[in-house]
T-cell receptor, first 111, second 112 residues
Framework: ELKVEQNPLFLSMQEGKNYTIYCNYS?????LYWYRQDPGKSLESLFV?????AVKQEGRLMASLDTKARLSTLHITAAVHDLSATYFC???????????FGKGTHLIIQP | EAGVVQSPRYKIIEKKQPVAFWCNPI?????LYWYRQNLGQGPELLIR????????DSQLPKDRFSAERLKGVDSTLKIQPAELGDSAVYLC??????????FGPGTRLTVT
């Protein structure tokens, strides 16, 4: 059974600081996704990571994938209040399989 | 390009009543998914369709849940009868030739 663990589950941080969210998964996966969800809203795709060593960056967010360690990280640089949201990682075994999600990291960025 | 469309956005029903949710995926997307998201949790897959065929319904509680995608485009998810524990957000997603999975706005179901 494919399992996904995120940590931390809750994170409160100050604007301007850097931090990293970790995502571990239990078995071999074809690719890894990061999503953002604002309260009461649906999921917004941030990144899709396809291969070992993949790194993608968008603004203050950077995601990386280590398939050997079954680990992905989402790094936040110089956090701003607008990045407050819940961040989910998800993996898929292969093909068009449904996603298996972690529990999410609830991120609060305080001025 | 229009995104994934779902209706209704909110639904409040009493337990033991039936309820149905509708989803229209992004045009041209052959793969459609229904997920359920409980409060404070990540979404969990209920069923996946390839065109009109349900290719993975292993997580669908078949005693009370049913789904259909008759013409391989829009889809309906039904619960009959609803239980208190069914209160959740029901999300529809679709994917096309690439790897992106696009989610709709969801239907928030409250069973009283």
């Amino acid at each position: 059974e494919l399992k996904v663990e995120q940590n931390p589950l809750f994170l409160s941080m100050q604007e301007g600081k850097n931090y990293t969210i970790y995502c571990n998964y239990s078995t071999t996966s074809d690719r890894l996704y990061w999503y953002r969800q604002d309260p009461g809203k649906s999921l917004e795709s941030l990144f899709v990571l396809l291969s070992n060593g993949a790194v993608k960056q968008e603004g203050r967010l950077m995601a990386s994938l280590d398939t050997k360690a079954r680990l992905s990280t989402l790094h936040i640089t110089a956090a701003v209040h607008d990045l407050s949201a819940t961040y989910f990682c998800a993996v898929v075994k292969g093909g068009a399989d449904g996603l298996t999600f972690g529990k999410g990291t609830h991120l609060i960025i305080q001025p | 390009e229009a995104g994934v469309v779902q209706s209704p956005r909110y639904k409040i029903i009493e337990k033991k009543q039936p309820v149905a949710f509708w989803c229209n995926p992004i045009s041209g997307h052959n793969t459609l998914y229904w997920y359920r998201q409980n409060l404070g949790q990540g979404p969990e897959l209920l069923i996946r369709y390839e065109n009109e065929e349900a290719v993975d319904d292993s997580q669908l509680p078949k005693d009370r849940f049913s789904a259909e995608r008759l013409k391989g485009v829009d889809s309906t998810l039904k619960i009959q009868p609803a239980e208190l524990g069914d209160s959740a957000v029901y999300l529809c997603a679709s994917t096309g030739p690439g790897y992106e999975q696009y989610f709709g706005p969801g239907t928030r179901l409250t069973v009283t």
